[in-house]
């Protein structure tokens, strides 16, 4: 399974961005896929989550101002951003997780498919 992450940058507090994670390969094993971020000195964390079935999961900090979705057809993921701040700044990263988890943890451990990262900024 290979991902490719894209649609970070630069926007000022309040704004909005989408991240986008187009997925390839053997991706009809995986059953749930997760955006993780990581701020500098800071230990990487699952934002959100989605599994082949729809269900959602957030991290506390992000819940009403993201939204994890996915098209099957295009085989990508989304990250929709909205009314950001300064602390949301990260190098975020999409992941699958391994085909044996259908209801994931916040743990990364189970994810074996990373994408590679993607920066967001937010200036206050």
């Known amino acids: 399974v290979q991902l490719q992450a894209s649609g970070g940058g630069l926007v000022q507090a309040g704004g909005s961005l989408r991240l986008s994670c187009a997925a390839s390969g053997s991706i009809s094993s995986i059953n749930a896929m997760g955006w993780f971020r990581q701020a500098p000195g800071k230990q990487r964390e699952l934002v959100a989550s989605?599994?082949?079935?729809?269900?959602?999961n957030y991290a506390n900090s992000v819940k009403g101002r993201f939204t994890i979705s996915e098209d099957n057809v295009k085989n990508t993921v989304y990250l929709q951003m909205n009314s950001l701040k300064p602390e949301d700044t990260a190098v975020y990263y999409c992941?699958?997780?391994?085909?044996?988890?259908?209801?994931?943890?916040?743990?990364?451990?189970?994810?074996?498919?990373w994408g590679q990262g993607t920066q967001v900024t937010v200036s206050s």
């Open positions: 992941a699958a997780a391994r085909p044996s988890v259908y209801q994931p943890t916040r743990s990364e451990d189970e994810y074996d498919y």
């Open positions: 989605i599994t082949r079935g729809g269900s959602t």
